[in-house]
């Protein structure tokens, strides 16, 4: 299905439409402005609740379960935005089914040198080579126990996943993988293994699986029990014989997920962007295929016995029921609300749920894995 289909929705909510009218406002001033420090703007916007909105019922056919816990819709905020768990409760407002926050590594970092954020605004993708830059496991430790103070686990309000990352001069990938879990898993309905970053020195080839075996039994050593579902989140760029590896590595370790992708460091023909030359993780539209295609792959391989969440250029209704539909219980985005918004998460639940009842399916479940018919399906994870 193209990932260009729109479907008209009725009007929108009062609330919604003023956001995005404040939106509009912004865009010219925001896009004048240095990516990152546009990005600390929104931060501070978001904290001082100025893109709130009241709660809004979903349609009950976006409702789902995933490893047990429900949620009210499948679109999710992919890491990266809310690196230091700074406005997660905003997001969820704004109408995510869940957030994810991180990377976050032990120690604080700074990340690589400035510029590392890069928009190709004609082609509604971004270039990244941050670097994992956060506050720290300790920092978000103390954020994520005052969020908790107020949402406990289980508790309707979305999914909090924390995804983790190791420090670029660390040489122990286990250990910094175990402190996070360590300090965090407490606090997360989810728990990522993010070895997919392109940014971070030899990072990606943690996802040799012998590298991950490594990083699996010092890691689930440290967690609490009862455990936070455990995922690993990939890169778009593996070879097939990389997937074959991977899909088996999950099949028996018993992972809980797998997230299906990270950033790519390939370069789509037709790229239009001054800055598509940038070294770093390309993100957003131009990564749809690349990513949606893994998603499918990934669903084969695994048989539909491990949850995926499909990330990867979502920026429509259409988009996140391709992913869905390629296998995905959840599917995640960021890059598209820099250029769209943030009316987008409202926009694409009108839109899913009209394209699921168009084709005659009852719930969400009956749609993951359905564009694959050959694949074996199994009950949601």
Do not use: C
């Not at 082609?123 to 990244?128: A, H, K, P, R, S």
């Not at 995804?163 to 660390?170: E, H």
């Not at 797998?258 to 790229?271: C, D, E, K, M, Y």
Request: proline share 7%; glycine share 10%.
């Amino acid at each position: 299905m193209s990932s260009r289909l729109s479907i008209r929705n009725p009007s929108r909510p009062t609330a919604v439409r003023a956001v995005n009218q404040l939106f509009a406002l912004l865009r010219p001033l925001l896009f004048r402005l240095e990516p990152e420090r546009a990005h600390a703007l929104t931060l501070w916007a978001l904290r001082m609740g100025l893109a709130r909105l009241p709660a809004m019922q979903d349609d009950p056919i976006l409702a789902t379960r995933l490893w047990g816990r429900s949620l009210r819709n499948p679109i999710g905020l992919a890491a990266g935005f809310d690196k230091n768990a700074e406005v997660i409760e905003a997001m969820l407002e704004l109408g995510f089914g869940a957030v994810e926050v991180g990377s976050v590594t032990p120690l604080p970092q700074p990340g690589n040198p400035r510029p590392r954020v890069f928009r190709l605004t004609e082609d509604e993708g971004v270039i990244n080579r941050l670097g994992f830059n956060n506050g720290g496991i300790e920092e978000m430790a103390r954020r994520l126990e005052a969020y908790r103070g107020a949402h406990p686990l289980g508790g309707a309000q979305g999914l909090l996943g924390v995804n983790l990352g190791k420090n670029k001069q660390s040489t122990d990938a286990g250990a910094d993988y175990a402190a996070g879990a360590r300090a965090l898993a407490g606090f997360a309905d989810y728990l990522v293994v993010n070895v997919s970053s392109p940014n971070t020195p030899g990072l990606r080839a943690l996802q040799d699986p012998r590298e991950l075996e490594a990083i699996l039994e010092p890691l689930r050593a440290a967690l609490p029990r009862p455990a936070p579902p455990l995922v690993l989140k990939v890169a778009p760029d593996l070879s097939d014989a990389d997937k074959l590896d991977i899909a088996a590595f999950a099949l028996e370790h018993e992972l809980d997920g797998l997230i299906v992708s990270n950033t790519t460091i390939s370069r789509p023909a037709g790229l239009r962007g001054a800055a598509s030359g940038e070294a770093g993780g390309l993100s957003g539209r131009p990564l749809f295929h690349l990513a949606t295609a893994a998603l499918s792959d990934f669903y084969r391989l695994t048989e539909g016995r491990v949850a995926l969440i499909g990330t990867g250029g979502v920026a429509s209704g259409a988009d996140a029921y391709a992913k869905i539909r390629a296998g995905a219980s959840m599917v995640q985005l960021y890059t598209a609300l820099i250029f769209q918004g943030p009316d987008l998460v409202w926009r694409i639940k009108q839109d899913l749920t009209e394209l699921l009842r168009r084709d005659g399916f009852e719930s969400l479940e009956q749609a993951v894995g359905a564009g694959l018919p050959d694949t074996p399906r199994q009950n949601s994870p």
